[in-house]
């Protein structure tokens, strides 16, 4: 009966450690992808800080990229808070698609 009991107990653990194996490397994995957006979506959210300097974001939203023959608009939409107030934040980072130098960054504020 001990025998079994231990069988039993090293089959669960052996499964369990399998399952924490699996998920672990899923975790690593997914924290190696970095979107290609990731780049544009730092330098909105420090220029956002920038002018924004009493305000808190408490959403981000990649909206999507326009892909132009000389330059690329990465656009994204940023929720602030700033006291009470809550608003939204559209920002479009215009860069040069070969040198990847930003030409222009464009804040627009919405209610939505």
Known sequence: MKIFISLQL????????????????????AEQEMPPYAKWGQIAMKKTKEKYPNADVID???IGREKG????????????QKGSKEFGLFIDIKFNNETEQIIDINFRETSR
Do not use: A
Not at 10 to 27: A, E, M, P, Q, S
Not at 70 to 77: A, D, L, R
């Open 60 to 62: 981000y939203l990649h």
């Open 10 to 29: 090293l089959f669960g653990l052996f499964l369990f450690g399998n399952c924490l194996n699996f998920n672990t490397h899923i975790v690593t994995k």
């Open 69 to 80: 023959q000389e330059y690329s608009i990465e656009k994204f939409k940023l929720w602030l």
